[in-house]
Every structure is written in structure tokens, then in C-alpha cells.
T-cell receptor, first 117, second 117 residues
Framework: AQKVTQAQTEISVVEKEDVTLDCVYETRDTTYYLFWYKQPPSGELVFLIR??????QNEISGRYSWNFQKSTSSFNFTITASQVVDSAVYFC??????????????FGEGTQLTVNP | DGGITQSPKYLFRKEGQNVTLSCEQN?????MYWYRQDPGQGLRLIYY???????QKGDIAEGYSVSREKKESFPLTVTSAQKNPTAFYLCASSTPSGLAGSTGELFFGEGSRLTVL
């Protein structure tokens, strides 16, 4: 069975601080896919990134960066110089059926990030 | 604009009543999904459909029903058999990841919040 754990339920930082959201996953599959989604107060989830299990290269996109470490089954997300607009719930998710028409995702419990001015 | 439309945004139901949540997408996606979100529990999959006239149970299908008569539409009925229906419901769709430029991500609607009185 697949499982995603986000141990940090809530994080509160002051604007311009860096913050890292942790994600640990469990799967028996050798090929799998990891995602991060952002859920702002409006409710809809917004896709941030997908990482394939066979590609451990870290990625940076503006103030966002992701650290994928297969050895520790972790896929952590760092926001540099946080801003108030980053306040949201962030979900890490895992899938092993990406190459079919449907992608069944297993979600973590989410981390509520609050960035204070 | 292309996207997923869920309605109603808020819904109140008396115990013993069935209610139907609407989900429409104009993204021409084959696959559609219904997730339930409860505080502190992340998202859990209720039903998913990979193609018209076909759907499968997710992890928490009991007390719910769906139909997929049209590619654009995937309504969810919360029946009186659902013991604890108060929750936030999210509809999503996806395109096969094998298509050029696709990341296999899920596109989400803004959700429907159901409260049982």
C-alpha cells in the first residue's frame, strides 16, 4: 500500500523567511511519481510539480525548490524568501499509474503554511 | 476559459436526503475523479472514471454513487447511506501523461462544501 506522510500540520513564518515542507512516502513500486499541490483559501488545488522516481535531480523554479532523495523516501519542498501570498495548504502526493488515462493519487494530510507580514 | 466547474459551492442537507454535486469540465480530459477532504486527513478518493460510461470505486465509495454519461460531466450523489457526509468535495480531471507536454497532473475544481444539518 502507498502512503504519504506530511508530519508538519501547521507552520508559521514571518515574511522573507525560508521554509521547508517535509514529505515522506512509502511505496513498493519501483516506478512512481511524486507531486506537490497548493490549496489557497479559494479551495481548488493548484499543481506545482511532478517528479519521476527515476529522476533524482533537484529542481528550482523561482522561489520554489524541491529536494528528492530516494534513499530516504523524501520529497521536500522549500520556499525561499516567503511571501504572504504563499499562505496556503500544501499537499504532497504519490502515484504509480501515471501512464494510464487515470492518475490515482495518494495524498498526504497537508501542511498549513501561514506567512505573516 | 478552460477548467472545471463545480456546483453548488455550498450545500446544506437534512439527514436522510440524497444530494447531487455537479462537476463539468471543458478541458477535453478523459479521466475524472471525486475526492473528499476532511480536516487533517488530506484528500481521499471516492470514485474515478477513465472513460465515458465507465467508473471505478476509490478508497471510500460507500454511500456515494456516480455516473459518466458524457465526457464533460461526472456528477456525484451523496446518498442517505453515507453516515458522515459533511465534508469538502473536490472534482478533478486529467489527461493521459503520454501526450506531448502533459505532466499527468490533476486539474481541480474549486470544490463543494456539504453540510448535513
Amino acid at each position: 500500500a502507498q502512503k504519504v506522510t506530511q508530519a508538519q500540520t501547521e507552520i508559521s513564518v514571518v515574511e522573507k523567511e525560508d521554509v521547508t515542507l517535509d514529505c515522506v512516502y512509502e511505496t513498493r513500486d519501483t516506478t512512481y511519481y511524486l507531486f506537490w499541490y497548493k490549496q489557497p483559501p479559494s479551495g481548488e488545488l493548484v499543481f506545482l510539480i511532478r517528479r519521476n522516481s527515476f529522476d533524482e535531480q533537484n529542481e528550482i523554479s523561482g522561489r520554489y525548490s524541491w529536494n528528492f532523495q530516494k534513499s530516504t523516501s523524501s520529497f521536500n519542498f522549500t520556499i525561499t524568501a516567503s511571501q504572504v501570498v504563499d499562505s496556503a495548504v500544501y499537499f504532497c502526493a504519490l502515484s504509480d499509474h501515471l501512464l494510464t488515462s487515470g492518475s490515482r493519487l495518494t495524498f498526504g494530510e497537508g501542511t498549513q503554511l501561514t506567512v505573516n507580514p | 476559459d478552460g477548467g472545471i466547474t463545480q456546483s453548488p459551492k455550498y450545500l446544506f442537507r437534512k439527514e436522510g436526503q440524497n444530494v447531487t454535486l455537479s462537476c463539468e469540465q471543458n478541458l477535453n480530459h478523459d479521466a475524472m475523479y471525486w475526492y473528499r477532504q476532511d480536516p487533517g486527513q488530506g484528500l481521499r478518493l471516492i470514485y474515478y472514471s477513465q472513460i465515458v460510461n465507465d467508473f471505478q470505486k476509490g478508497d471510500i465509495a460507500e454511500g456515494y454513487s456516480v455516473s459518466r454519461e458524457k465526457k464533460e460531466s461526472f456528477p456525484l450523489t451523496v446518498t442517505s447511506a453515507q453516515k458522515n457526509p459533511t465534508a469538502f468535495y473536490l472534482c478533478a480531471s486529467s489527461t493521459p501523461s503520454g501526450l506531448a507536454g502533459s505532466t499527468g497532473e490533476l486539474f481541480f475544481g474549486e470544490g463543494s462544501r456539504l453540510t448535513v444539518l
